[in-house]
């Protein structure tokens, strides 16, 4: 299989299963909140995970529309 059929197969897969796109933007979102804790800035934990969590919705809403094959 070459690598345009396996990221449209994945896009696919974001688009049809809310369960693995939940798993995905909760796993950009914790790769972002765990580099922003490095970063000393004491904002709430809350609030950092809000807006990694937007930005992670954001991330993957503009991949599948980048890369949508349909």
């Known amino acids: 299989m070459d690598e345009s059929k396996i990221v449209g197969n994945f896009i696919k ?8 796109y939940q ?3 909760a796993n950009i979102a ?3 909140y765990d ?4 970063t000393g800035n004491n904002l709430s ?3 950092v ?3 990694a969590n937007r930005a992670a919705n954001n991330f993957l809403k ?3 529309k980048s890369l949508d094959t349909n």
């Open 45 to 47: 934990y809350e609030k």
């Open 62 to 64: 503009n991949l599948i």
């Open 23 to 25: 798993g995905y933007q």
């Open 49 to 51: 995970l809000s807006v």
């Open 35 to 38: 580099e922003y804790r490095q």
């Open 30 to 32: 914790m790769a972002f």
């Open 13 to 20: 897969m974001l688009k049809e299963d809310p369960e693995m």
